[in-house]
């Protein structure tokens, strides 16, 4: 019983410590709540990070590439890749929040790949609204 304890009481504290850490790790977002607040502003920026998710194996499958480009035609079509600058910095991996403000995925500190792969699913999950 008494090791049952001990187990549970280091599970605990690697879990608080995870957790202080990727609290961190947002804090590096500069100030974003969450990942949930991470929506781009424009079809052309969300097209963009599409770009970069799937271009770094953060997103497979034809959903995220269809919608993708429905994203980019939205935005001007394929003229959009060359000119658009939302697109632009999305494919960098630089999402512009309809406030104007950017997060670099690129730079999300320790977790980085976990928070990227987080980041790419709720961009995705979110681009239907920009349509």
Not at 9 to 20: I, P
Not at 90 to 99: C, H, K, M, N, V
Not at 109 to 129: D, F, K, V
Request: hydrophobic residues 40%; aromatic residues 4%.
């Amino acid at each position: 019983m008494k090791s049952r304890i001990s187990i549970a009481a280091a599970g605990l504290a690697a879990l608080f410590s995870a957790s202080v850490g990727m609290a961190q790790d947002l804090g590096a977002l500069g100030g974003a709540a969450s990942l949930g607040s991470l929506t781009p502003g424009s079809a052309g920026n969300a097209a963009g990070l599409l770009q970069f998710c799937i271009g770094n194996n953060y997103l497979t499958g034809a959903d995220a590439s269809s919608m993708k480009d429905r994203l980019l035609a939205k935005a001007g079509g394929a003229d959009a890749a060359q000119t658009d600058t939302g697109f632009k910095n999305g494919a960098s991996g630089i999402l512009t929040g309809s406030d104007g403000k950017d997060v670099d995925l690129t730079k999300l500190g320790s977790l980085e790949s976990n928070l990227t792969q987080q980041a790419c699913n709720s961009i995705l999950q979110h681009a239907s609204s920009l349509l």
